[in-house]
């Protein structure tokens, strides 16, 4: 699977968009990137996932680049309970995927 | 979407003895499940594949004589940490994928943090 790059902590206001990048720039052709996040000392939780086009749900967006060497997760209004470790992972997708393996992820800061 | 429990949530133990960890896939058949493990400020780091019915696959560097695993039905897996140490102090954590669930293909257990005086 290929490797993620995310930046390690960043700060957003209550309220306010949080914008979170990640570089994948090796990628395969058949391979997602999906994005968990993990609250403390929580199991981590499923948000989203895509293979080329932008994608939303109720918890976030994901914009991927058209090269698709990296992605952008967005929260649109983040809230104090957004405050988590946010971990991109890029792996083939459904059940020919298999397990997930974590990078050091991007601790997101929601502050009031 | 899908549940996945752990039992127990929290365990403290003597130096020496052995913990298991049970992990339960709650309103869904899981045939492959995962376990982790994660030490403080640390990411999560995977140790093991555990196979319905078949043996485990360990990831490099994961003793499988410390780490028994056991996958004795589809919504069952056990983890026990053999002769545990205050090193294996840490949080395990295992998933499943769900694949009958679109979208969401793996659910994480809410962890289970071990500490070993």
């Known amino acids: 699977d290929a490797k993620t790059t995310q930046p390690p902590s960043m700060d957003c206001a209550e309220g306010r968009a949080a914008n979170l990048p990640c570089n994948h720039s090796?990628?395969?052709?058949?391979?997602?990137v999906y994005w968990y996040r993990q609250i403390h000392s929580q199991g981590p939780q499923y948000i989203i996932h895509?293979?080329?086009n932008n994608e939303t749900n109720e918890m976030a967006s994901l914009i991927i680049t058209e090269d698709r060497k990296s992605s952008t997760l967005i929260l649109p209004h983040a809230t104090l309970r957004d405050t988590a470790v946010y971990y991109c992972?890029?792996?083939?997708?459904?059940?020919?995927?298999?397990?997930?393996?974590f990078g050091q992820g991007t601790e997101l800061s929601v502050k009031p | 979407g899908a549940v996945v429990s752990q039992h127990p949530s929290w365990v403290i133990c003597k130096s020496g003895t052995s913990v298991k960890i049970e992990c339960r896939s709650l309103?869904?058949?899981?045939?492959?499940m995962f376990w982790y493990r994660q030490f403080p400020k640390q990411s999560l780091m995977l140790m093991a594949t555990?196979?319905?019915?078949?043996?485990?696959?360990?990831e490099q560097g994961v003793e499988k004589d410390k780490f028994l695993i056991n996958h004795a039905s589809l919504t069952l897996s056990t983890l026990t940490v053999t002769s545990a140490h205050p090193e294996d102090s840490s949080f395990y954590i295992c998933?499943?994928?769900?694949?009958?669930?679109?979208?969401?293909?793996?659910?994480f257990g809410p962890g289970t943090r071990l500490t070993v005086l």
């Open positions: 992972i890029v792996r083939v997708g459904g059940n020919q995927g298999g397990k997930l393996i």
């Open positions: 998933s499943a994928p769900a694949w009958d669930y679109s979208n969401n293909e793996q659910f």
């Open positions: 555990s196979n319905e019915g078949s043996k485990a696959t360990y």
């Open positions: 895509g293979l080329k």
């Open positions: 090796t990628i395969s052709g058949n391979e997602y």
């Open positions: 309103d869904f058949q899981a045939t492959t």
